[in-house]
């Protein structure tokens, strides 16, 4: 019986511990190579880009918008290896990020269990689609009709339903914005694809400018009044006052007015593509629970505040 009591008293223990140990996750630490640098950990994530440029190197990750940076110095030439074979391989790496920046200053290796779960999300292969739904909307006044009422789902609304589309902090999830207008369209009985625009972007919301290094959101298509299919993209994030062609869409991604820019690809997907990378691997959420929990850390933000509050705990 006292060896059964404490053989509790140990796992209690050890369970407090990894309590005390998750709560603390994304607080801030201190660099053990430097007591000087606050480190705030951005969590286990795969890296799919990193581009040198003018002294230091842009890092992208899977699901963020937000481009991140590395000093190309003598000190980060492991860090940076790390990233380089992460991203060949399409594995996690843990990033430790400067405090109250998107500056990388610390790369850890992922465990086993990371690569494992990070390898059997990501895939190459489409998921079917709701055969149910319609996949062409009958007409303009349908469209428009479906746009107001994604655009009333906006956060700041008197109209919006819990979790809110974060359409007025475009700085980053537009992943989760996308795929919950499309449950809005699915709600409605319509299908839709998503468009995914990669590159160095720039964007203006009237009073800001937010960079990115990939855009999606949702691409419906309709038909017009002589019953001709057309295309638009449905992104009140980028344009409140309705639906837009794609060509346009992207040329509201590059907009040079914020700085230097441009479009390395676009691609087309089906509707349930949570995420895709600029390699073509693929991400889902079919149930949303990265969809609302995403949409729910970013739900009291406005502008182009930076840097972004971390999702780690969202699941990918």
């Not at 700085?171 to 299908?191: F, P, S, T, W």
């Not at 002589?226 to 040329?251: H, Y």
Request: aromatic share 8%; with cysteine.
């Amino acid at each position: 019986m006292k060896k059964f009591l404490l053989s509790m008293m140990v796992f209690v223990a050890a369970l407090s511990f990894n309590a005390c140990s998750d709560s603390n996750a994304n607080q801030e630490t201190v660099n053990p190579q430097s007591k000087e640098v606050a480190l705030k950990e951005f969590g286990r994530t795969v890296p799919t880009g990193l581009d040198k440029e003018d002294g230091k190197y842009k890092v992208s990750f899977i699901l963020s918008a937000q481009p991140y940076e590395i000093k190309d110095t003598k000190e980060n030439e492991a860090y940076i290896s790390m990233i380089s074979q992460a991203v060949k391989n399409e594995s996690p790496v843990h990033i430790f990020l400067k405090a109250n920046s998107n500056e990388i200053a610390k790369v850890e290796k992922a465990t086993a269990e990371d690569v494992r779960f990070f390898k059997s999300t990501l895939t190459k292969e489409e998921r079917g689609t709701t055969d149910r739904l319609t996949s062409v909307i009958p007409n303009l006044a349908t469209l428009n009709s479906l746009f107001t009422q994604i655009k009333n789902q906006s956060c700041g609304t008197s109209t919006a339903s819990s979790p809110c589309i974060t359409f007025r902090y475009p700085v980053d999830g537009c992943y989760a914005r996308a795929h919950k207008m499309r449950q809005i369209l699915n709600n409605a009985g319509y299908e839709c694809e998503k468009q995914f625009v990669y590159g160095n972007l720039r964007a203006s919301t009237g009073t800001c400018c937010v960079s990115w290094v990939y855009h999606v959101a949702i691409l419906v298509s309709f038909k017009n009044a002589s019953g001709v299919v057309e295309k638009r993209i449905i992104d009140p994030s980028l344009n409140s006052t309705g639906p837009i062609t794609d060509t346009a869409w992207r040329a509201a991604c590059t907009n040079s007015t914020c700085g230097s820019t441009s479009v390395s690809s676009f691609a087309n997907t089906a509707g349930n593509v949570y995420y895709r990378s600029p390699s073509g691997s693929l991400l889902y959420d079919n149930n949303l629970v990265n969809t609302n929990c995403t949409l729910t850390a970013f739900s009291a933000l406005s502008g182009c505040s930076a840097p972004v509050p971390s999702t780690a705990h969202c699941g990918f």
